[in-house]
């Protein structure tokens, strides 16, 4: 068992450097020996912000993900105490605060989230899953200050960037607490379950070495602290933003079309990049598709494996099918073999305009309706150019009327004028 978990832990490390996933870490040959020793707990932080975790999550959760695959056991801890405090990392002013049973449900639904990514039956090593709210929510204001805040001073808590990058701003005595709060996560699955290492955002290094101090102090020992790179854009824009907002990994809040879009979208100069942060691709196989990225750009075979390796770790195989499925019918211009479901996935971002009258539509007047064309000038020119198709036919006749037969599961209408526009009408 040993001789595996050594084999293991190299090919890990050794995977991690490839993969640019290692930033900053304590004491790298302390941590190579214990992991190349023993079977290691490692843990990382999620706060419930919201009902779902986003893809800027993503990597450090396949990060628990990649240690479990070589043998170690990772503990994914939900902030359901943090929460309700709020993280100054990163941030530039005052989270705003909510309720109670607003963040104990936002917890319940990262847990189940999180458990599609990590093994909790595994034989040898099943991860594990906490709220720190189990321990936070115990503490009483004197022991904590006694007992725990004793071992920080201000000076020290100052000098971290978490807190130095707020004090121009104002930060709260509730967020300024905050890191002090997770030191405290650390030092009690330390003392609990063993835990010797915590993994973060580059973000949380700060939070991870205030954890550090705290278990030295507490006379604990053989803990360590490991950060990966906050994931960039080489042309500066945000990552994890969509033109239609955050990209969820909760298919009710971003459809599978939408997410599998995302990542086919990846630009050029960073799809290897992200091949190597969210895939478990071996070296090999993406240095094939970089190669094929140089040769013929245009085929985007590197984005392609990307959008299907990303999309069945979060959402499964089926998701991928119907993804490739309903990108084909938008490319090749024939939706009608879409079922209603991935058809108003599909256009579920397009301009719709809701009719509430079964009567038939001469298509010029429709095309007005549905805002595909600023006059009935424009829509006659756009019509007799074959411009304009309805569900995917192209109509090329003025005195053109759409039935109620050419409605898509008896109430859909499609309008696309040009190659890229598309308007969505219903009937109701």
């Not at 006694?146 to 701003?169: C, E, I, Q």
């Not at 985007?300 to 499964?316: D, I, K, N, S």
């Amino acid at each position: 068992m040993a001789q595996d978990i050594a084999t293991g832990q190299a090919a890990l490390l050794e995977d991690l450097d490839y993969r640019g996933l290692i930033h900053q870490v304590t004491d790298r040959e302390g941590l190579s020996a214990k992991l190349q020793d023993e079977r290691v707990l490692l843990y990382c932080g999620f706060d419930p912000t919201a009902d779902s975790l986003h893809i800027g999550s993503l990597l450090p959760i396949l990060m628990l993900r990649r240690f479990q695959n070589a043998g170690h056991v990772p503990i994914a801890l939900v902030g359901g105490g943090t929460g309700l405090i709020g993280d100054p990392s990163g941030r530039s002013s005052e989270r705003s605060l909510n309720t109670a049973d607003t963040v104990a449900e936002w917890t319940n639904s990262l847990k189940r989230q999180l458990s599609n990514f990590l093994d909790f039956e595994a034989e040898h090593n099943p991860a594990k899953l906490v709220s720190n709210y189990d321990w936070i929510s115990q503490l009483d204001v004197i022991s904590f200050l006694r007992d725990v805040g004793k071992h920080f001073t201000v000076n020290y808590m100052l000098a971290k960037d978490s807190v130095d990058s707020r004090l121009s701003n104002g930060i709260s005595f509730t967020e300024f607490s905050y890191m002090i709060l997770q030191a405290y996560d650390f030092l009690k699955l330390r003392q609990d379950h063993g835990c010797a290492l915590q993994i973060g955002g580059s973000d949380q290094w700060g939070n991870i070495t205030a954890g550090l101090d705290l278990i030295g102090k507490m006379g604990e020992s053989g803990a360590f602290g490991l950060t990966m790179p906050l994931v960039t854009k080489s042309d500066g824009k945000k990552f994890g933003k969509s033109e239609s907002g955050a990209i969820w990994l909760d298919r009710n809040k971003t459809s599978v079309y939408h997410f599998y879009q995302f990542w086919m979208n990846t630009d050029d100069s960073d799809v290897v990049k992200f091949l190597k942060y969210f895939t478990f691709l071996t070296p090999a196989h993406i240095e094939e598709l970089e190669n094929e990225l140089k040769e013929r750009p245009e085929k985007r075979a590197a984005q392609r494996e990307l959008a299907r390796q990303v999309t069945r770790l979060v959402h499964g195989e089926e998701a991928v099918e119907s993804a490739e499925k309903i990108t084909q019918a938008l490319f090749s211009g024939d939706i009608t073999k879409l079922t209603e479901a991935e058809l108003v996935e599909a256009l579920q971002d397009l301009p719709t305009t809701v009719i509430t009258d079964q009567a038939d539509r001469l298509l010029v007047d429709l095309m007005i309706e549905a805002g595909a064309a600023p006059s009935k000038r424009q829509a006659k020119q756009d019509i007799e150019s074959g411009a304009v198709s309805v569900n995917g036919e192209k109509l090329t006749s003025l005195e053109a009327v759409v039935q109620a037969e050419h409605r898509l599961h008896g109430k859909y209408v499609v309008l696309r004028r040009g190659k890229k526009n598309y308007f969505l009408i219903r009937f109701e």
